[in-house]
């Protein structure tokens, strides 16, 4: 938008251009700002070679972030969280490139290899006498690939796991988009006895009852609820809403 | 269906969310995100669990 975004005709139209391609990607009926300068959309062309580089060469490295009971403080469940180490950039988190290996289908390869390397992960864990789950960000390409579960499986017994030793994270936004192919997925994977956890919930503008009908064990109430807590009433209110909601599913 | 609370980041919300119900949580307050030696370091030890630190007066 004129004159945040640039002042000339040519730039205003280019990045309306980004934007648009943006929305479209995001699904129909979507709207999108240009959201960085020229700088940021330079880096965005040089993304995708990067990525396959990055791929090649296995520049990708797990980080874990634990899950607690909050009673008792005992760890229940570890997520594994991607990081592309980029040599002149750092550690580059997921939100910077996964829309990009999205759309290039590297989400694909990158996604079967962080099922080997959280599977290796929990094998080191079971060797130390560590007996706590892992869970996993999936995204929806993984859900359209034929080959998802097939990997899941595959990583589960290079490793001598069980399936209860691995979690599915899919964040509410990725299951509405495509539920009629998600909800199968989720089935088939509690089928084989992996736990489904649905991701950032309160963000995805869900049909409630859909979300509800699906075979998931776990729900991740979205940060933004916690805003303002404790203190701010309306904001306690929301947050005991969220909790409400997700516990009489139960 | 479990609830997991996110992004927990004061222990004044893990306690709010304790008192609610709400069964699990994660964020900062409680484990940053860490490298792998990290975390099989801290799962290792008995000490793996939150503990909320006591607080001195004075």
Redesign the interface.
């Known amino acids: 938008m004129f004159p945040r975004d640039a002042r000339e005709v040519d730039s205003l139209l280019r990045h309306a251009d980004t934007a648009m391609s943006e929305a479209k990607q995001g699904g129909r009926g979507r709207f999108s700002m240009y959201a960085g300068g020229t700088q940021e959309a330079l880096q965005r062309l040089t993304l995708p070679s990067g990525l396959r580089e990055a791929l090649e060469q296995r520049d990708f490295v797990l980080h874990f972030q634990p899950i607690f009971s909050l009673a008792g403080g005992e760890v229940f469940a570890v997520e594994a969280l991607l990081r592309w180490r980029d040599a002149r950039r750092g550690l580059i988190p997921p939100l910077q490139f996964v829309s990009v290996a999205e759309y290039t289908g590297l989400i694909e390869p990158i996604g079967e290899w962080v099922i080997d390397a959280a599977c290796a992960e929990v094998r080191a864990w079971r060797d130390r006498g560590i007996a706590v789950p892992v869970t996993i960000n999936a995204s929806l390409r993984q859900f359209q690939s034929a080959g998802f579960a097939a990997a899941l499986r595959a990583g589960l017994s290079t490793y001598g796991l069980e399936p209860g030793d691995l979690a599915i994270e899919i964040t509410e936004s990725t299951a509405m988009r495509d539920p009629v192919c998600v909800e199968p997925v989720m089935a088939e994977l509690r089928e084989i006895g992996l736990r489904v956890a649905i991701d950032d919930f309160g963000t995805g503008y869900s049909s409630l009852g859909r979300l509800r009908e699906m075979p998931v064990e776990l729900v991740k109430i979205d940060r933004s609820f916690l805003r303002g807590v404790p203190g701010d009433p309306v904001g306690e209110q929301m947050a005991l809403a969220a909790l409400t909601l997700v516990q009489t599913w139960a | ?9 004061t222990e ?3 306690r ?3 008192e ?8 900062y307050h ?7 030696e ?3 370091e ?3 030890r008995d000490s ?5 630190r006591v607080r001195r007066r004075g």
Not at chain 2, 20 to 27: D, F, N, T, V
Not at chain 2, 48 to 52: D, E, F, K, S, T
């Open positions: 269906m479990t609830a997991v609370a996110e992004g927990i980041e004044e919300q893990r709010f969310l304790l609610h119900g709400c069964p699990l949580g994660q964020g409680l484990a940053a995100p860490m490298p792998a990290e975390v099989r801290r799962l290792s793996a669990r939150y503990l909320p």
